[in-house]
């Protein structure tokens, strides 16, 4: 019964290995039609909504650590700046959150590489 057991492992471990291979080409080849694509950009402002919490202390907690404490703290609600944008030809998606101020009161987005 262990020697069952084993085989049918080592047959799950290689189909891995060979599902793995496969991923790997599959995303070299996806690499090289994005690299090769003359994207054309359609851009969107997604801003990421971050709910503030409540950090108690580690007295609040039950821990002493004298004076080494941490006190309690609120970290507030967050909204970060973030632009999603998307190849109308290949589908590739690219999202940032590095702006340049183009007027003091509009923020376009920055893209590293193409």
């Known amino acids: 019964m262990a020697t069952a057991t084993g085989q049918c492992a080592s047959k799950i471990r290689l189909e891995i290995q060979d599902l793995i291979?496969?991923?790997n080409s599959k995303k070299a080849t996806l690499e090289n039609l994005e690299n090769s694509c003359l994207h054309e950009?359609?851009?969107k402002?997604?801003?990421e909504y971050r709910r503030g919490y409540h950090m108690p202390s580690d007295r609040e907690q039950g821990i002493e650590?004298?004076?080494d404490s941490r006190p309690a703290y609120d970290v507030p609600d967050r909204t970060i700046d973030k632009w999603?944008?998307?190849?109308k030809i290949c589908g590739k998606v690219q999202e940032t959150t590095y702006s340049q101020d183009v007027v003091?009161?509009?923020?376009?987005?920055?893209?590293?590489?193409r």
């Not at 999603?84 to 190849?87: E, H, K, N, W």
């Not at 003091?104 to 590489?113: E, I, L, N, R, V």
């Open 104 to 113: 003091h009161t509009t923020k376009k987005p920055s893209w590293p590489g």
């Open 41 to 43: 950009w359609e851009e």
């Open 84 to 87: 999603t944008r998307t190849c």
């Open 65 to 67: 650590l004298g004076v």
């Open 45 to 47: 402002f997604t801003p």
């Open 21 to 23: 291979r496969q991923l």
